[in-house]
């Protein structure tokens, strides 16, 4: 099952959105797909650190080291699909809209996912 991400949510020209830690469990890749209005930088980033507080989303991330495993450049009213290996037990999503302009629509989905399930 897809875990949802985010939605039309607005992120402002150079600003960046970065989503709540998502455990991979015993998965083996996680992947996903991203739409954005604007054009940016996607990076899937992961960590062996446990996020404190997965509810609370400024507590969620302090304190955890988040490696950048991948990026992914979105271009302006392009989807993109991507699939990695899940290397650590927590992973996150992080765009940085990098137009001129604020970006109204980010949508974003991923899910870590078993070999050979769909």
């Not at 080291?65 to 009213?77: C, E, G, L, P």
Request: glycine share 8%; charged share 25%; aromatic share 12%.
């Amino acid at each position: 099952m897809a875990h949802f991400i985010a939605r039309n949510t607005p992120v402002v020209k150079g600003e960046t959105w970065t989503s709540q830690p998502v455990q991979t469990d015993f998965a083996e890749f996680i992947t996903g797909s991203f739409f954005s209005e604007q054009g940016g930088t996607l990076e899937i980033q992961q960590s062996f650190e446990y996020p404190k507080n997965h509810e609370n989303e400024e507590k969620a991330l302090e304190g955890c080291h988040w490696d950048v495993v991948t990026k992914v450049t979105v271009a302006a009213k392009e989807g993109k699909g991507f699939q990695i290996f899940a290397l650590a037990p927590y992973f996150r999503l992080v765009y940085k809209n990098e137009s001129g302009s604020d970006d109204k629509e980010v949508r974003a989905y991923a899910r870590a996912q078993e070999k050979g399930r769909v």
